[in-house]
């Protein structure tokens, strides 16, 4: 064991393994075929990474994203890791280099797509000795899971042709039945079982409801203005709606590009590469971005609409906080999304699953208690504790008695003959007067104007929590028109009263109105920056070394180091090279690599020199 945490700190630069890592390597050493159930960002790779260094032979890595490979392959090379990957991608003459290579036993892992491994069966892996196979994205291989390849469904020919050599399959999709699946398919031989909590405490969860496009794109430009220079994802369901938050965002000084499936590959390449390599700070993209996108510096995740399942939606957060430094999300939910995702689910073939999928979403959008204790639940883990880092656990609810308040809202919707929808209730409760409202004769209802002393922000929110608690429902094969439930009449007729909670205005009041001058979102900063203190001062100047170091290289910023190794600097402040060691994700290489210029670097911001 003495020996792995040696190479562990030799060719990762961690001290410490993670929960289930070392279990995990343990088993794989022992030869037993593993299952490993672990969240984004939890540190699947090293499991079968450390292990590949310590056996002799080739580790084969089956993933199915050519853009993961390379990006995993660059990373173990920088750690000093003899690592290549076969696709069809490649030039000839590359692969067959590779391929020699791998006769000649100088590589340890091989990345290969599952098509390129179905090639290589006959002739190349005979010449090799294999002592691992591992399985990325194992999910893939059930039509359970939501990113289903038929490729994957012939991976169950390795066990057949490598008895003997132990097979570690993972993924972060947790549910019971793509588990078995996985098992089943691989033909795994009684493997070893890890699921490790899905917990990933460090992403702060805020959800904000009932938001117009207008303050929808305030409350962005606002949460952005706030982390300057962070880099983060906007994930937008529309394919225009990303190109339109791009552009809003560039109007304001913002540095953004969008992402979406109808781009031509160059387009969608060069977003890409320019988010990932620090190029641009924010990137709106429909889901079609971020499989298999392995930045670890991604420090927020805005969701510019309603994802349809909870799956969905921690993957796509977990894009956020790899590195495990704190990371905000903000998500936003309204009933227009709803609506759509409604009929997607329905469309969809699956519809009794996906809507009960989309119920689940709906749950924890509208929950009043700690947002991460619905998620872990979700995932079948139970927590005992509120998390103090979502939105409800930092501004709990107060309850007033809202019967009266209440009951103007459902006479309103009673004397229309629950023909109305939310945006027509509010304009009655408030006397809006528009053309529509008088055509219809709503003017003349006695409830016209009776809700008049409440802003329309507060009479959404005060309505999306009626819905919440079950006085009215949306009646989606009716025109979506809203429905007093039989609970919502007991409150009607004074039966019984209730209670809701207070509406507060949000911290923001950012408006659209304060903007940049046009020009000046290219400008970037090329010396530290004055900040306020020493240590923001020194980790800027770190991340632009970094930036550097990374154009110099042609290589990916965090693939030098991650904001968490940099953060650890500022943290630890070394000023010799064995300190320097010391640092987290500081392996023999980049110390020797990168030491000097980094240690330089830190004298001349603490002015030791
Ligand atoms: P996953 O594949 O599970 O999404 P990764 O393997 O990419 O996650 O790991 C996520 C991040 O955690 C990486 O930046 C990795 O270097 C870091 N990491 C992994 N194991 C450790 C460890 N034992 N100590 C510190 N950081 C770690
Ligand atoms: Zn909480």
Redesign the pocket.
Known sequence: MKELYAL?KKF?G?T???PY?EEIIQTILSKRDALVL?????????CFQLPAIYLPGTTLVVSPLIALMKDQVEGLVANGIPAAALNSNMREEDRQQVKQLCVQGKIKLLYVSPEGLMGELNWLFPRMTISLIAIDEAHCVSHWGHDFRPEYTQLAVLKEQFPTVPIVA?T?TADKITRQDIIDQLKLSDPQVFVSSFDRPNLSLTVRRGLTKKDKNAAILHFIRARKEQCGIVYCTKRDDTTAVADTLKLYGIDAVAYHAGMSPQQRDKAQSDFINDRTQVICATIAFGMGI?K?NVRWVIHYNTPGSIENYYQEIGRAG???LASDTLLFYSLADLIIRRRFAEESGQSEVNLEKLNHMQRYCEADICRRRILLSYFSEQREDDCGNCDVCRNPPERFDGTVLIQKALSAIARTNESIGMQMLIDILRASGRAELISRGYHLLKTYGAGRDLSYRMWREYIYQMLQLGYIEIDYASSNVLRITPSGRKVLYGETTARLAVYKEPEQTETTTKRGKKGDFKARPIRPKEASTIEETLFDSLRQLRKQLAEKENTRAYLIF?D?ALQDMVDKKPLTLDEFAEI??VGQIKQERYGKVFIALIRFVLKKE
């Open positions: 562990l990762f961690y410490t393994f993670r890592q672990m969240p984004t960002g939890g540190g699947k790779s090293i993972l972060a392995d670890s790899r590195d495990g991650s968490a987290k994700g």
